[in-house]
């Protein structure tokens, strides 16, 4: 083993799968993470060492570990000094930020936070709830609940939960009545590690591969056989702001176009790019896009 080894904190809970999935995807072999917190990867310059998203900005501000993975509301609610090595943008089941939001029962007259004055909020971000009704000069009591905290809304007058789609508030028959932080993924790192020359350079390179998996996830790549004469009608038909590859092919009169667009605009582009005079048209996925 490596006798420089960066210490590299994943996510356990709610981020898990989404976490390794990510590192699969950005090419590194992680296993054993089903059976315990210290899972094995195909790097032998990285430890992992998995712990709860809540906690992992104070052992990375602490030097228990030189990086890890958290939510920014966490960060936020521990206040923890640490160095933000990037936005990763994604969670549990979407690539969306997540929202905690104040919600209520649908049959409650609450309809807005001033309507909570001297009233009782559950939450599991207390810290943030507390800043939150401060800076309205609203006066509550907020109490910690320790999960499953949609049940006690009807025990108290709103509780402050995250949510990622909103499903589960909708099943418990909820409604939001105003967002209280907004968070998404962030890579933290230990300040005295960010200045290690080894550990940068390998967190640096931990960013940027997940990154570009992660931009893979929302892009296709795009190739067909164009006729000389059709190029520019093709080309019109390509996105902008994109900048497509165009290659000779043996037969002299054809060239290969191509380009990486979002998949979300793959399913118009084809068919007119067809009608446009492109043939051979393959899409494909990618690993890895770096921007």
């Known amino acids: 083993m490596s006798q420089t080894v ?73 206040g923890s000094n640490v160095h933000e090595v990037c936005e990763l943008l994604y969670s549990k089941a979407t690539s969306n930020p997540t929202r905690w939001v104040l919600a209520v029962p649908n049959e409650s007259n609450i309809t807005k936070p001033e309507d909570l004055r001297d009233g009782l909020i559950a939450t599991e971000l207390m810290g943030v709830t507390k800043k939150y009704f401060a800076q309205k000069g609203i006066n509550v009591k907020i109490e910690f609940s320790w ?58 390179d931990i960013a940027t591969l997940l990154q570009a998996a992660i931009n893979a996830k929302t892009a296709v790549g795009l190739k067909m056989n164009v006729k000389k004469s059709d190029l520019d009608s093709v080309l019109k038909v390509l996105p902008a702001e994109k900048s497509p590859t165009i290659s000779s092919l043996a037969d002299s009169e054809y060239v290969a176009v191509e380009v990486i667009v979002e998949d979300k605009v793959e399913r118009k582009l084809v068919p007119e790019l067809k009608r446009a005079g492109a043939s051979g048209i393959i899409t494909y996925p990618l690993n890895k896009v770096v921007h």
């Open 147 to 204: 999960g499953a905290t949609e049940v006690k809304a009807r025990l108290v007058d709103a509780i402050v939960e995250l949510t990622e789609t909103g499903s589960s508030l909708k099943a418990n028959n909820l409604r939001i009545i105003d967002t209280v932080l907004v968070s998404t993924t962030r890579f933290i790192a230990n300040k005295k590690a960010w200045q290690d020359r080894f550990k940068r350079q390998k967190i640096e």
């Open 6 to 78: 960066l210490k590299l904190g994943i996510p356990k809970g709610s981020l898990q799968d989404a976490s390794f999935e990510l590192f699969e995807k950005a090419g590194f072999n992680i296993t054993g993470y089903e059976r315990s917190y210290f899972p094995r990867i195909d790097d032998d310059q990285i430890n992992l060492i998995m712990l709860r998203a809540q906690e992992m900005s104070r052992y990375v501000e602490d030097g228990v570990l030189d990086a890890g993975f958290t939510g920014y509301d966490w960060i936020t609610e521990n």
